[in-house]
């Protein structure tokens, strides 16, 4: 079982960056596609970016594409979401989460990803 934990969360004012980390724990790393999501109070998990296995194929949210950048190391068992321009509508508990089955490609459907963190509280003031 992968165990994923993410840092990276707090406080920033509109236009700010951060970036995100989530760290896990399998050393078959490079088997799962990741994803990051993020939930807002009262909202549903959407997809806020995904990688591939081999970090050659990526998928951004209309809302975050261009702002957000996604990465990943398999050689140290990170995946990156960069964070820039962000906007108050930005704020949510962010996830990541991997996904064993899409061999070639991502998936930005929730229920396609097998393991999740435990969230990482990013709040955008304005």
């Given at each position: 079982?992968?165990?994923?934990v993410?840092?990276?969360?707090?406080?920033?004012?509109?236009?700010?960056?951060?970036?995100?980390?989530?760290?896990?724990?399998?050393?078959?790393?490079s088997?799962?596609?990741?994803?990051?999501?993020?939930?807002?109070?009262?909202?549903?998990?959407?997809?806020?970016?995904a990688?591939?296995?081999?970090?050659?194929?990526?998928?951004?949210?209309?809302?975050?594409?261009?702002?957000?950048?996604v990465?990943?190391?398999?050689?140290?068992?990170?995946?990156?979401?960069?964070?820039?321009?962000?906007?108050?509508?930005?704020?949510?508990?962010?996830?990541?989460?991997?996904?064993?089955?899409?061999?070639?490609?991502?998936?930005?459907?929730?229920?396609?990803?097998?393991?999740?963190?435990?969230?990482?509280?990013?709040?955008?003031?304005?």
């Open positions: 079982q992968v165990q994923l993410e840092s990276g969360g707090g406080l920033v004012q509109a236009g700010g960056s951060l970036r995100l980390s989530c760290a896990a724990s399998e050393r078959t790393f088997s799962y596609a990741m994803g990051w999501f993020r939930q807002a109070p009262g909202k549903e998990r959407d997809i806020v970016a990688i591939s296995r081999s970090d050659y194929i990526t998928y951004y949210a209309d809302s975050v594409s261009g702002r957000f950048t990465s990943r190391d398999n050689a140290k068992n990170l995946v990156y979401l960069q964070m820039n321009s962000l906007k108050p509508e930005d704020t949510a508990v962010y996830y990541c989460a991997a996904d064993r089955t899409s061999a070639v490609g991502v998936s930005k459907y929730k229920d396609q990803y097998d393991y999740w963190g435990q969230g990482t509280q990013v709040t955008v003031s304005s």
